[in-house]
T-cell receptor
C-alpha cells in the first residue's frame, strides 16, 4: 500500500527544546492525522486536520495541513520527557473512503 | 475519542497452532476495521480491511488463507493467524474508522504475538 514519507526518522533533543517533523505524500489527501505510539501500545490520535491550510493545536502540539494537500507538519513546543515515543502521520485520501496510509514514523528521544 | 479494545494484549503459541485476535469497538459501530502488522521500529503495515457482513479486502502480498478475518458484527472483527510460524511473530494492531464518515482511525492497544 501507499506510504507517506516522514522526516526526520529520529530525533534526540534536550528537554525544553522545540520539535518539528513533517510528512509528505505524492498524492493529495483530504485528511491528515498525527499519532503518538508508546512501546508496546497502539497509536493514540493527537491531532486531526481536515482543511488545506488548517492549523490546529492540542496543548503543546501544533499541526498544520499543507496548502498543497500533499504534506503536513507537527510541532511540539518545550518538550518534556514524556514526549518520548514514535510519532506517525497518517493521510486519508477521501472523506468517504476506507484506507488510512501511514508515515514511516519519527522516533523522538528527549534527554532530561 | 472512540474506544477500540483489542484482546489479547500478548500471546505465545507453538508453531503450527492457530491464534485468534479480537478487535472490538466499545462505544460505536464500525462497519470497517483495519488490521495492521508492525515490526520493531517500523511503521504500521496495512494487512487487510475488514468489512462487516462481507469478505475482507487483503493488501497485496498478504495471504488470506493464512490470516483469516471475520467481521460478523458491527462491533467485532477477528484476525486468526493459522498454522503460525516463528516468522509470524509480530505486533498486530487493529483500528476502526470513526462513524459516520470514517475520517479518523482509532486503534486498539495491539497484540504481541510470539510463535515458538
Amino acid at each position: 500500500g501507499q506510504q507517506l514519507n516522514q522526516s526526520p526518522q529520529s530525533m534526540f533533543i534536550q528537554e525544553g527544546e522545540d520539535v518539528s517533523m513533517n510528512c509528505t505524500s505524492s498524492s493529495i489527501f483530504n485528511t491528515w492525522l498525527w499519532y503518538k505510539q508508546d512501546p508496546g501500545e497502539g497509536p493514540v490520535l493527537l491531532i486531526a486536520l481536515y482543511k488545506a491550510g488548517e492549523l490546529t493545536s492540542n496543548g503543546r502540539l501544533t499541526a498544520q495541513f499543507g496548502i498543497t494537500r500533499k504534506d503536513s507538519f507537527l510541532n511540539i513546543s518545550a518538550s518534556i520527557p514524556s514526549d518520548v515515543g514514535i510519532y506517525f502521520c497518517a493521510g486519508h485520501p477521501s472523506n468517504t473512503g476506507n484506507q488510512f496510509y501511514f508515515g514511516t514514523g519519527t522516533s523522538l528521544t528527549v534527554i532530561p | 475519542g472512540a474506544v477500540v479494545s483489542q484482546h489479547p494484549s500478548w500471546v505465545i503459541c507453538k508453531s503450527g497452532t492457530s491464534v485468534k485476535i479480537e478487535c472490538r469497538s466499545l462505544d460505536f459501530q464500525a462497519t470497517t476495521m483495519f488490521w495492521y502488522r508492525q515490526f520493531p521500529k517500523q511503521s504500521l503495515m496495512l494487512m487487510a480491511t475488514s468489512n462487516e457482513g462481507s469478505k475482507a479486502t487483503y493488501e497485496q502480498g498478504v495471504e488470506k488463507d493464512k490470516f483469516l478475518i471475520n467481521h460478523a458484527s458491527l462491533t467485532l472483527s477477528t484476525l486468526t493467524v493459522t498454522s503460525a510460524h516463528p516468522e509470524d511473530s509480530s505486533f498486530y494492531i487493529c483500528s476502526a474508522g470513526s462513524p459516520p464518515m470514517n475520517t479518523e482511525a482509532f486503534f486498539g492497544q495491539g497484540t504481541r504475538l510470539t510463535v515458538v
